[in-house]
């Protein structure tokens, strides 16, 4: 069925990455959208937007080993005979001691600051408190935080100073569920552990100045109650205008896809988060995203119209991990030319995505973030209706050729031109472009396509209407073990790219093949080496396919969530 999600939804927890996808952990938690609390203003809403740009970091003393940040904990129920919260490496004898000599002495957050800024950051969000229940900061309700271990200093603090000495807003991840404290979800003693998370919040509100953001991350299993509706309203009487997302049980400002990008939405407000290299914490043997997959990330999120939560792991002694350093350096050298013009106060459009590259937008100026050329000539773009182009330019400089014919506008720059990764060119017309209505440099092929799947309860054509509010919602049929969604046309198409984009909802864990048909009775999997639903949205064939039948093949779920699917013709 196809729906507009208004009563529950689904959302993930930040941390299941790389190995630990594959362990069993609790992962699914419900927002009951249906309690309606009070938001941030439409001002402060706006002005959040305009940021675009924040520094999420993952830190606590399992940095010290290297090892995932809470998730990394092998975590039993509290519960007597309670399936486990997580399975993993560490047992909690050895995860929970880390603090006895955790001692960053090598911390400077200033310096950390200055890194973030340089390469456009305006703010910050700093974890708390993790789901393994570690508290990074000065805590009167626990021996369990900073003040126990060998530094005996105040992380949050130092943080949220350094971030406003530098000009930068200060915000929080909290979890709310804690496989470390026992009276977490216990058979007897939960309610002494919401007095606990909220007598946290009420530090973490008060000691820390203004605070621009909050990042909860579940409440977990087990009776909260009304606690949701009692810390929001905390919140909203100490920082109206402070952001909240949807992970803490009800009420959100904007929504998290993790590891993954929404599909093109101007109507509400979202954030992607995404590591840097590919763990949420420090791991010295895990290596940092190539920078052109990185840039991707990022302006693909952008030109969604959605602000980017960009994560560093610090190391054990407090140092930035030089990896993610090194690309932090790369991602400042881009913005000091293009950032504060074409990314700072702008929103996604007036171009939906696609595998050409992006678009911003602001005042009366539009820019191409363009990723990818055709082999010869220009790339043509529809004309924006009652607007008229005035003129272009390279953000970085050099000569661009580019022109306004018919329905059609056209541009072109040399290739020794170009740049190595992306090349942005400013279009200035004559009128405001923001808000006008989106369009798709090339329709997806899927509009042309018959399209059928296993699941005939579905309303398909939400697969193709550019509407991320309508999701396509595709179960497991009795017996079956896959769900299907082909394509199919009168004559063989060219493909090169495709995206499976998702909105508000979505669901992480699963394994998706394309196959095309080889012309007699079977199916020839043509799935790209390596890919995975997550990080990059537009996803590429290792070499252009020419098929008229091609099919999803999604397995390992029950049911699955889609807002948008799309197939396109190589750029050209």
Same mark, same amino acid.
């Given at each position: ?5 208004? #009563? ?17 952990? #609790? ?64 047992? %909690?004898?050895?995860?929970d001691? !880390?603090?006895?000599t955790f ?39 626990t ?17 949220s +100073? ?18 470390h =404290?026992?009276?977490? +979800? ?24 203004? #605070? ?26 100490? =920082? ?8 803490g049980?009800?009420?959100? +400002? ?22 840097t ?11 940092p995203?190539? #920078? ?21 792991? %610090?190391m054990?002694?407090? !140092? ?16 000091? /030319? ?7 106060? *702008? ?32 790339l ?7 607007l ?51 369009? !798709?440099?090339? %329709? ?53 790219s ?13 394994? /998706? ?6 012309? *007699? ?17 537009m996803?590429?064939? +290792?070499?252009p ?16 969530l889609?807002a ?9």
């Amino acid at each position: 069925m196809c729906v507009k999600r208004m #009563i529950l939804s689904v959302v993930l927890m930040a941390g299941a990455v790389l190995a630990a996808d594959d362990n069993f952990e #609790i992962q699914e938690f419900k927002v009951d959208k249906s309690i309606k609390l009070p938001t941030a203003s439409k001002a402060a809403q706006e002005a959040w937007k305009d940021q675009r740009f924040g520094m999420f970091i993952h830190w606590g003393p399992i940095s010290q080993l290297g090892q995932q940040l809470g998730h990394s904990r092998n975590s039993p129920s509290h519960r007597k005979g309670g399936k486990p919260y997580k399975t993993a490496q560490l047992e %909690p004898e050895v995860y929970d001691a !880390q603090y006895k000599t955790f001692n960053p002495v090598k911390f400077d957050a200033d310096e950390m600051m200055k890194m973030a800024k340089a390469a456009g950051v305006s703010y910050i969000v700093f974890t708390t408190k993790h789901h393994a229940g570690f508290s990074m900061f000065d805590s009167a309700y626990t021996e369990y935080d900073m003040m126990s271990t060998p530094y005996k200093k105040d992380i949050a603090k130092m943080l949220s +100073d350094a971030a406003r000495a530098n000009g930068m807003e200060y915000g929080f991840y909290y979890s709310p569920r804690d496989w470390h =404290h026992p009276d977490c +979800d216990s058979d007897k003693n939960h309610p002494r552990y919401i007095e606990f998370y909220k007598n946290q919040m009420d530090e973490l509100l008060n000691n820390y100045g203004p #605070i621009y953001s909050v990042f909860f991350d579940g409440l977990g299993p087990g009776d909260w109650g009304n606690t949701a509706e009692e810390i929001m309203g905390t919140i909203r009487k100490l =920082h109206p205008n402070c952001m909240v997302n949807d992970r803490g049980g009800a009420g959100a +400002d904007y929504y998290t896809p993790e590891h993954n990008i929404s599909y093109f939405n101007r109507d509400q407000n979202w954030e992607a988060c995404h590591t840097t290299t590919g763990q949420w914490g420090y791991n010295p043997k895990v290596g940092p995203k190539k #920078i052109e997959q990185l840039m991707e990330v990022l302006l693909y999120t952008w030109g969604g119209d959605g602000n980017i939560l960009l994560n560093i792991g %610090p190391m054990g002694d407090g !140092q930035v991990n030089p990896a993610e350093r090194a690309s932090f350096e790369k991602l400042a050298e881009w913005w000091t /030319v293009h950032g504060e013009e074409s990314i700072r106060g *702008s929103r996604g459009g007036p171009y939906i995505p696609g595998p050409w590259g992006v678009a911003t937008c602001k005042d009366n100026r539009a820019f191409l973030h363009i990723f990818r050329w055709p082999e010869q000539g220009a790339l043509e773009f529809p004309k924006l209706t009652g607007l008229k182009l005035q003129s272009a330019r390279v953000l970085s400089g050099g000569d661009v050729e580019c022109f306004q014919a018919l329905e059609k506008i056209s541009v072109n720059v040399p290739k020794a031109g170009r740049g190595k990764i992306l090349t942005t060119i400013e279009l200035t017309f004559d009128k405001p472009v923001y808000p006008v209505k989106p369009l !798709q440099r090339v %329709p997806s092929l899927t509009k042309t396509a018959t399209l059928t799947c296993s699941d005939t309860t579905s309303d398909i054509e939400a697969l193709r209407d550019q509407n991320v509010h309508t999701l396509w919602e595709g179960y497991l049929n009795k017996g079956e073990k896959e769900i299907l969604i082909e394509a199919a046309w009168d004559s063989p198409q060219t493909i090169g790219s495709f995206s499976i984009a998702r909105g508000e909802e979505w669901v992480p864990k699963n394994e /998706v093949h394309i196959e095309i048909h080889d012309g *007699s009775n079977g199916w020839k999997d043509v799935t790209p080496k390596g890919f995975k639903l997550k990080w990059e949205t537009m996803k590429f064939f +290792d070499k252009p396919l020419t098929t008229d039948r091609i099919r999803l093949r999604i397995s390992k779920v029950k049911k699955f969530l889609i807002a948008e699917y799309e197939l396109f013709p190589p750029v050209k």
